[in-house]
C-alpha cells in the first residue's frame, strides 16, 4: 500500500494539537517499517511517517478512531468518528500514544530526539500571542458595543428620542428617521409658531364663564369640540355636582354704620353686589372696626404688642401676600367677628403709564381654607355619591365681604387709636392710618348655597411605552369677570399645546407616556373641578400619574418668573429654562433672565406650592409632583386679578404689548417640560431632593436638642431616618446608572419607583377624612414637619405666641411631650416609610433605623 510523502512540517503548527496514533494491522504495514504515523492537522490531509517498531505486540480493540477531511460547509475541518469494524475476519489493531516528530535532518541519528529552535521559540511566544489576541478581541467588542448603543435598537418606541446625553432607544415597529431630543425641540417649536394664542385669549375673556351659568355651558362644549377635532386618542368629560355659594340678589349684602347707641345707621354703598368672598358664613354682625394690614399671624400679633386686642372687633384688611381664606381663618383664631377686605393703592404700581385698579373696583375671592367642594370634604361629588352630613372644616364661622378702596378710605378716616406702623401705611387719603379701634358698623351677608354642575373636559395623546403613566396638564377654565389673566391664558396655551402636540403625533411623534390634557371647571371655588376628580380617581391616579403641570396665573406681569413646585422637578425646571429664549431680553435663555447675581436661582425663582394654586392639591392631596409657572410684575402685583376689569385690554396694555411674546414662552417651556415628562426614557424627577428639604430644617431643628434632652428627649430618630432615606437615593441611582438602559422591564421598575416618591410622603397614620393633606412636607396638620417645628418653639416662652400664629391657632398650655412624641412618631415613620419604598425589595432595605 503506497503513501503520500508527507510534507515538511511547519514551525506554525500548533503545539497543543492532540494527536492519535493508529497502528495498522501487521498485513498492512509497508514491508520495510513496522508502524506509521499519522500526522492530523487542518491545512493538509493524513499522512503517514515511517518510524521504528515498538517491541512489544498489542491486543486487538472492538473498533477504531480515524479522522476523516469534512467536505462542503465545514472543509477545512477534521472530524473524530467512531466505525464499527467491518464483518469478516478480525484485523489486530494496536494503539499507542506518540510523540509527534518531523522529518529528521540528514546525517542525523535515528532515534534520537531533534531539536528545532525556531519550534522552541514558537512554544515560549504562544501566551503572549493568546494575551494580544484576547486584549484586541476585548477593545473591539467594547468599541462596538458603545457604538451599538447609540444606533437604533429595537427596544423601546416607535420614535426614539433622546435627551442631551443622547440615552434612548428606538421601538420595534419604528420606520421614522432618529429623533433626537434637538429634532424634537426644533419640531415643536415650529409647530408652536403657527398658533393664534393672542386671538384665543382675547376671544375666551370675551365670554360669560361663571361656573354652573349659560355662558360656561357653551364654551364648554367649544372646548369638546376644538379637542375632538384634533388627533387625540380619548376625548371624554366629568361631571360634578357641587355645593357652590352666590350672592343672593334679592337679599345683596350690605355694610351699615352703627351710632353710639347701637342703632344702624347710615349705609356704605357697596358699588359692586356681584363682589362677594364665597363661602363666608352668613349672618350678621356688629363691632368696632380695627385696621389689621394684609390679617396674618404676625399682624395680629403686632396689634396686641401695641395694645389693641382683635378679639370682638371687625378687622379691616389688606388684599394680597396671603390669600383671603388664610385671612378670614387667622382672624376667626384671634377672636374677630367678621372681616372686610380691600385693594390698596400702594401695593400695585405707580407707573403711569401703567393701568391701575379704579378706586371703586373691589376684589373677589373665596374664603375656604381647603380645596374642592366643602360640603363633601374627602369624597367625589358625583350625582349618585350618598354624602355624609358633613363640612369641611376650613369653612368659617365669620362673614366677610370684599370692599372696594374707596369704601376702605371712608372707613379708615374715622378710626381712632395708636398709628399703624410705618410699613402699614398704604396710599389711600386717610394717611397715616390709625389701628383703631373705631366706630361701629353692620356687617350682613346673605350668600346661599347651590347645587351645581360642573365639568372637566379631558383629552389624550396614549403613550406607546408605559400608557398607564400619564402626565397631566391643566388650566382653569371658569373666571368671575372676563378673567384674562386669571384664566384666559391658561386656556388658551391648553389648546395651543393640544393642536401642537397632535400635529408632531401627524409627523411621527410619540410619546412614551401618555398626555392627558384637562379644561377644569370650578377653579374660582378653590380648585373644586381638579379636587373633586382627583377624590373621585385618587386610587388610580396615584399609581399612575407621573406629573401635573398647572397653566393658571401664567402671566401677570413679564418682569420676574416664579415657579411653584415640588421638589422633585426644581432639577427639569432649570434644564428646560437653559433652552427657552427670554421674551424680553434678546439674545438671552429664560434661565439667564432670572438668574440673580449674588443668590442661587433657586432661591430667586423656586417657590412652595400654595393652597389657592390647583397644582397644590395634586401634591399635598394625591402625592403627585405638581408646578405652577408664572410671569409676574418686578415691583407691584397684577391688580386687575379677580375683579371685573381682568380683561383682555389691560392685561396687554400692563405688558406693553409684549403679551403675545411672554404667553409663547410660557408655552415653549411647559411644551419642552411636557416631552421630557413624557419621553425620557427614565424619568427625570430628582428623588434625592426631600432629603435636602429635611437637612434644611435641620438646623432649626438643632436648636432644641438641648431643651429636649434636659427633658429626656431626643430628634436622632429623625436624623436616622433622613440618613436612611439619602442612602436609600444613593444606591437607587447606582443602581440605575449600572443597568442596561434597553431592559424595558428594568426601567419601568425604576420609574414606578421615582414617579410613587411624592406619594412615599402623604402620612399613612392619619386619616384622608380628617387631614386630606397628608403631606408631612406641604400639608397641614399635626403630622407635618412644619407642626413639629411650631410645637418645638414652645420650649422657649417667648416663642409660644409667635408658634401659635404661625399655625393658625391659639396658644395652649405650652409644650406637651406626650404631643411631642406622637408628632415625632407621625413625622419619622413616614419619612422612614419613604426610605424603605425607595430602596426597592424588602430583601434589598438597607438602613441604620
Given at each position: 500500500?503506497?503513501f503520500?510523502?508527507p510534507?515538511?512540517?511547519?514551525?506554525?503548527t500548533p503545539?497543543?494539537l492532540l494527536?492519535?496514533?493508529?497502528?495498522?494491522?501487521?498485513s498492512?504495514?509497508?514491508?520495510e517499517?513496522h508502524?506509521?504515523?499519522?500526522?492530523?492537522?487542518?491545512?493538509?490531509q493524513?499522512h503517514?511517517?515511517p518510524a521504528?517498531?515498538?517491541q512489544?505486540?498489542?491486543s486487538?480493540?472492538?473498533?477504531?478512531?480515524?479522522?476523516?477531511?469534512?467536505?462542503?460547509?465545514?472543509?477545512g475541518?477534521?472530524?473524530?468518528?467512531?466505525?464499527?469494524?467491518?464483518?469478516?475476519?478480525?484485523?489486530?489493531?494496536?494503539?499507542?500514544?506518540?510523540?509527534l516528530?518531523?522529518?529528521e535532518?540528514?546525517?542525523?541519528?535515528?532515534?534520537l530526539p531533534?531539536?528545532?529552535?525556531?519550534?522552541?521559540a514558537?512554544?515560549?511566544a504562544a501566551p503572549?500571542?493568546?494575551?494580544?489576541?484576547l486584549?484586541?478581541?476585548?477593545g473591539a467588542?467594547?468599541?462596538?458595543y458603545?457604538?451599538?448603543?447609540?444606533?437604533?435598537q429595537?427596544?423601546?418606541?416607535?420614535?426614539?428620542?433622546?435627551?442631551?446625553?443622547?440615552?434612548?432607544?428606538?421601538?420595534?415597529d419604528?420606520?421614522?428617521?432618529?429623533?433626537?431630543?434637538?429634532?424634537?425641540?426644533?419640531?415643536?417649536?415650529?409647530?408652536?409658531g403657527k398658533?393664534h394664542l393672542e386671538d384665543?385669549?382675547?376671544?375666551a375673556?370675551?365670554?360669560?364663564?361663571v361656573?354652573g351659568?349659560?355662558?360656561m355651558?357653551?364654551l364648554?362644549q367649544d372646548?369638546?369640540a376644538a379637542?375632538?377635532a384634533?388627533?387625540?386618542d380619548?376625548?371624554w368629560t366629568d361631571?360634578h355636582?357641587v355645593g357652590?355659594q352666590?350672592?343672593?340678589?334679592e337679599h345683596?349684602?350690605?355694610l351699615h354704620?352703627?351710632?353710639?347707641?347701637g342703632?344702624?345707621?347710615e349705609?356704605l354703598?357697596?358699588?359692586d353686589?356681584?363682589?362677594y368672598?364665597?363661602?363666608s358664613?352668613?349672618?350678621?354682625?356688629?363691632?368696632?372696626?380695627?385696621y389689621?394690614?394684609y390679617g396674618r399671624?404676625?399682624d395680629l400679633?403686632?396689634?396686641?404688642?401695641?395694645?389693641?386686642d382683635?378679639?370682638?372687633?371687625l378687622?379691616?384688611v389688606?388684599?394680597g401676600?396671603t390669600?383671603f381664606a388664610q385671612?378670614?381663618?387667622?382672624?376667626?383664631?384671634?377672636g374677630?367677628?367678621?372681616v372686610?377686605?380691600?385693594?390698596d393703592?400702594?401695593?400695585?404700581?405707580?407707573?403711569p403709564?401703567?393701568p391701575?385698579?379704579?378706586?371703586?373696583q373691589?376684589v373677589?375671592?373665596?374664603?375656604?381654607?381647603?380645596?374642592?367642594d366643602?360640603?363633601?370634604?374627602?369624597f367625589?361629588?358625583?350625582n349618585?355619591?350618598?354624602f355624609?352630613?358633613?363640612a369641611?372644616?376650613?369653612l368659617?364661622?365669620?362673614p366677610?365681604?370684599?370692599?372696594s378702596a374707596?369704601?376702605?378710605?371712608?372707613l379708615?378716616?374715622?378710626?381712632?387709636?395708636?398709628?399703624?406702623?410705618?410699613?402699614w401705611?398704604?396710599a389711600l387719603?386717610?394717611?397715616?392710618y390709625?389701628l383703631?379701634?373705631?366706630?361701629?358698623?353692620?356687617l350682613?351677608?346673605?350668600?346661599h348655597?347651590?347645587s351645581?354642575?360642573?365639568?372637566n373636559?379631558f383629552?389624550?395623546?396614549?403613550?406607546?411605552a408605559?400608557?398607564?403613566?400619564y402626565v397631566?396638564?391643566?388650566?382653569q377654565?371658569?373666571?368671575?369677570?372676563p378673567?384674562?389673566?386669571k384664566?384666559?391664558?391658561?386656556?388658551?396655551i391648553?389648546?395651543?399645546?393640544?393642536?401642537?402636540f397632535s400635529?408632531?403625533?401627524s409627523?411621527?411623534?410619540?410619546?412614551?407616556?401618555?398626555?392627558?390634557?384637562?379644561?377644569?371647571d370650578?377653579?374660582d371655588?378653590?380648585s373644586?373641578?381638579?379636587?373633586?376628580w382627583?377624590?373621585g380617581?385618587l386610587s388610580?391616579?396615584?399609581?399612575?400619574?407621573?406629573?401635573?403641570?398647572?397653566?393658571?396665573?401664567?402671566?401677570?406681569?413679564?418682569?420676574?418668573f416664579?415657579?411653584k413646585?415640588?421638589?422633585?422637578?426644581?432639577?427639569l425646571?432649570?434644564?428646560?429654562l437653559?433652552q427657552?429664549?427670554?421674551?424680553?431680553?434678546?439674545?438671552?435663555?429664560?434661565?439667564?433672565?432670572?438668574?440673580?447675581?449674588?443668590?442661587s436661582?433657586?432661591?430667586?425663582?423656586i417657590?412652595?406650592l400654595?393652597?389657592?394654586?390647583?397644582?397644590?392639591?395634586?401634591?399635598a392631596?394625591?402625592g403627585?409632583?405638581?408646578?405652577?409657572?408664572?410671569?409676574?410684575?418686578?415691583?407691584?402685583?397684577?391688580?386687575?386679578?379677580?375683579?371685573k376689569?381682568?380683561?383682555?385690554?389691560?392685561?396687554h396694555?400692563?405688558?406693553?404689548?409684549?403679551?403675545p411674546?411672554?404667553?409663547?414662552?410660557?408655552?415653549?417651556?411647559?411644551?419642552?417640560?411636557?416631552?421630557?415628562?413624557?419621553?425620557?426614557?427614565?424619568?427625570?424627577?430628582d428623588?434625592g431632593r426631600?432629603?435636602?428639604?429635611?437637612?434644611?430644617?435641620?438646623?432649626?431643628l438643632?436648636?432644641y436638642?438641648?431643651d429636649?434632652k434636659?427633658r429626656?428627649?431626643?430628634?436622632?430618630?429623625?436624623?436616622?431616618a433622613?440618613?436612611?432615606?439619602m442612602r436609600?437615593?444613593e444606591?437607587?441611582?447606582?443602581?440605575?446608572?449600572?443597568?442596561?438602559?434597553?431592559?424595558?422591564r428594568l426601567?419601568?421598575?425604576?420609574?414606578?419607583?421615582?414617579?410613587?416618591?411624592?406619594?412615599?410622603f402623604?402620612?399613612?397614620?392619619v386619616?384622608?377624612?380628617?387631614?386630606?393633606?397628608?403631606?408631612?412636607?406641604?400639608?397641614?396638620?399635626?403630622?407635618?414637619?412644619?407642626?413639629?417645628?411650631?410645637?418645638?418653639?414652645?420650649?422657649r416662652?417667648?416663642?409660644?405666641?409667635?408658634a401659635?400664629?404661625?399655625?393658625?391657632?391659639?396658644?395652649?398650655p405650652g409644650?406637651?411631650?406626650?404631643r411631642?412624641?406622637?408628632?415625632?412618631?407621625l413625622?419619622?415613620?413616614?419619612?422612614?416609610?419613604?426610605?424603605?419604598?425607595?430602596?426597592?425589595?424588602?430583601?434589598?432595605?438597607?438602613n441604620?433605623?
Amino acid at each position: 500500500m503506497a503513501f503520500p510523502s508527507p510534507p515538511f512540517f511547519s514551525s506554525h503548527t500548533p503545539n497543543s494539537l492532540l494527536l492519535r496514533t493508529l497502528y495498522l494491522p501487521h498485513s498492512y504495514q509497508h514491508p520495510e517499517d513496522h508502524y506509521f504515523q499519522i500526522l492530523l492537522h487542518p491545512l493538509f490531509q493524513s499522512h503517514v511517517y515511517p518510524a521504528h517498531p515498538p517491541q512489544q505486540q498489542w491486543s486487538p480493540q472492538p473498533s477504531q478512531t480515524i479522522y476523516k477531511r469534512v467536505e462542503g460547509p465545514s472543509q477545512g475541518r477534521l472530524e473524530e468518528e467512531e466505525e464499527d469494524r467491518e464483518e469478516g475476519p478480525e484485523l489486530p489493531v494496536h494503539f499507542c500514544p506518540m510523540e509527534l516528530k518531523g522529518p529528521e535532518p540528514l546525517g542525523s541519528r535515528p532515534g534520537l530526539p531533534v531539536h528545532i529552535p525556531w519550534a522552541e521559540a514558537g512554544r515560549r511566544a504562544a501566551p503572549y500571542l493568546v494575551l494580544t489576541a484576547l486584549l484586541i478581541f476585548t477593545g473591539a467588542f467594547l468599541l462596538g458595543y458603545v457604538a451599538f448603543r447609540g444606533s437604533c435598537q429595537a427596544c423601546g418606541d416607535s420614535v426614539l428620542v433622546v435627551s442631551e446625553d443622547g440615552n434612548y432607544e428606538p421601538g420595534p415597529d419604528s420606520r421614522q428617521g432618529t429623533l433626537y431630543w434637538s429634532d424634537l425641540q426644533a419640531m415643536f417649536l415650529r409647530l408652536l409658531g403657527k398658533g393664534h394664542l393672542e386671538d384665543t385669549i382675547r376671544q375666551a375673556s370675551l365670554r360669560e364663564r361663571v361656573a354652573g351659568s349659560a355662558g360656561m355651558a357653551a364654551l364648554a362644549q367649544d372646548i369638546l369640540a376644538a379637542l375632538s377635532a384634533h388627533r387625540l386618542d380619548h376625548v371624554w368629560t366629568d361631571t360634578h355636582y357641587v355645593g357652590l355659594q352666590f350672592p343672593d340678589r334679592e337679599h345683596p349684602n350690605t355694610l351699615h354704620w352703627v351710632d353710639e347707641a347701637g342703632k344702624m345707621g347710615e349705609q356704605l354703598q357697596l358699588e359692586d353686589p356681584d363682589v362677594y368672598c364665597p363661602y363666608s358664613a352668613t349672618g350678621n354682625v356688629t363691632g368696632s372696626l380695627v385696621y389689621a394690614h394684609y390679617g396674618r399671624p404676625e399682624d395680629l400679633r403686632e396689634l396686641r404688642a401695641r395694645g389693641v386686642d382683635p378679639a370682638g372687633h371687625l378687622l379691616l384688611v389688606r388684599a394680597g401676600v396671603t390669600s383671603f381664606a388664610q385671612k378670614v381663618a387667622s382672624a376667626q383664631d384671634s377672636g374677630a367677628r367678621g372681616v372686610l377686605i380691600y385693594p390698596d393703592p400702594a401695593d400695585f404700581s405707580h407707573d403711569p403709564h401703567k393701568p391701575g385698579l379704579a378706586r371703586h373696583q373691589a376684589v373677589y375671592g373665596h374664603v375656604h381654607l381647603g380645596t374642592g367642594d366643602p360640603y363633601t370634604p374627602g369624597f367625589p361629588s358625583f350625582n349618585q355619591t350618598q354624602f355624609p352630613p358633613v363640612a369641611s372644616s376650613g369653612l368659617p364661622s365669620i362673614p366677610a365681604q370684599p370692599i372696594s378702596a374707596a369704601i376702605a378710605d371712608q372707613l379708615l378716616r374715622k378710626l381712632k387709636g395708636p398709628v399703624a406702623p410705618h410699613k402699614w401705611q398704604g396710599a389711600l387719603s386717610s394717611f397715616p392710618y390709625p389701628l383703631g379701634p373705631g366706630p361701629a358698623v353692620y356687617l350682613e351677608v346673605n350668600n346661599h348655597r347651590t347645587s351645581t354642575p360642573i365639568r372637566n373636559i379631558f383629552g389624550c395623546i396614549e403613550g406607546v411605552a408605559e400608557p398607564d403613566h400619564y402626565v397631566v396638564i391643566g388650566a382653569q377654565r371658569d373666571a368671575w369677570g372676563p378673567g384674562a389673566a386669571k384664566s384666559a391664558v391658561g386656556t388658551a396655551i391648553l389648546l395651543e399645546l393640544v393642536r401642537t402636540f397632535s400635529s408632531m403625533v401627524s409627523n411621527g411623534f410619540r410619546p412614551r407616556r401618555s398626555l392627558l390634557f384637562i379644561s377644569w371647571d370650578g377653579g374660582d371655588f378653590g380648585s373644586v373641578g381638579s379636587t373633586e376628580w382627583l377624590e373621585g380617581y385618587l386610587s388610580i391616579l396615584h399609581l399612575k400619574a407621573v406629573a401635573y403641570v398647572s397653566l393658571d396665573n401664567a402671566v401677570l406681569g413679564d418682569d420676574k418668573f416664579h415657579a411653584k413646585t415640588s421638589p422633585l422637578l426644581i432639577n427639569l425646571i432649570e434644564s428646560v429654562l437653559k433652552q427657552v429664549d427670554s421674551p424680553n431680553h434678546s439674545g438671552q435663555t429664560l434661565f439667564e433672565q432670572v438668574m440673580p447675581v449674588n443668590t442661587s436661582w433657586d432661591a430667586e425663582v423656586i417657590q412652595p406650592l400654595s393652597m389657592d394654586s390647583s397644582a397644590y392639591s395634586f401634591t399635598a392631596f394625591a402625592g403627585v409632583p405638581a408646578v405652577e409657572f408664572s410671569f409676574l410684575e418686578d415691583d407691584q402685583a397684577y391688580p386687575f386679578l379677580h375683579t371685573k376689569e381682568d380683561t383682555y385690554e389691560n392685561l396687554h396694555r400692563m405688558l406693553r404689548g409684549r403679551l403675545p411674546a411672554v404667553a409663547q414662552a410660557v408655552a415653549q417651556l411647559v411644551g419642552l417640560l411636557l416631552i421630557r415628562l413624557s419621553h425620557d426614557h427614565l424619568l427625570p424627577l430628582d428623588f434625592g431632593r426631600y432629603g435636602d428639604v429635611v437637612l434644611r430644617h435641620m438646623g432649626t431643628l438643632n436648636e432644641y436638642s438641648g431643651d429636649l434632652k434636659a427633658r429626656g428627649l431626643t430628634l436622632q430618630w429623625v436624623y436616622s431616618a433622613r440618613g436612611d432615606y439619602m442612602r436609600a437615593a444613593e444606591k437607587l441611582r447606582k443602581e440605575i446608572y449600572s443597568s442596561e438602559e434597553s431592559d424595558e422591564r428594568l426601567t419601568r421598575m425604576y420609574n414606578v419607583r421615582i414617579m410613587r416618591v411624592e406619594f412615599y410622603f402623604l402620612s399613612q397614620y392619619v386619616s384622608p377624612a380628617d387631614f386630606p393633606f397628608r403631606h408631612i412636607f406641604l400639608g397641614h396638620g399635626d403630622h407635618t414637619l412644619g407642626a413639629l417645628l411650631d410645637h418645638l418653639r414652645l420650649l422657649r416662652p417667648a416663642g409660644a405666641e409667635a408658634a401659635a400664629g404661625a399655625a393658625g391657632w391659639t396658644a395652649g398650655p405650652g409644650f406637651q411631650e406626650s404631643r411631642f412624641r406622637r408628632q415625632l412618631a407621625l413625622l419619622t415613620w413616614t419619612l422612614q416609610g419613604a426610605a424603605n419604598a425607595l430602596g426597592g425589595d424588602v430583601w434589598n432595605i438597607d438602613n441604620n433605623f
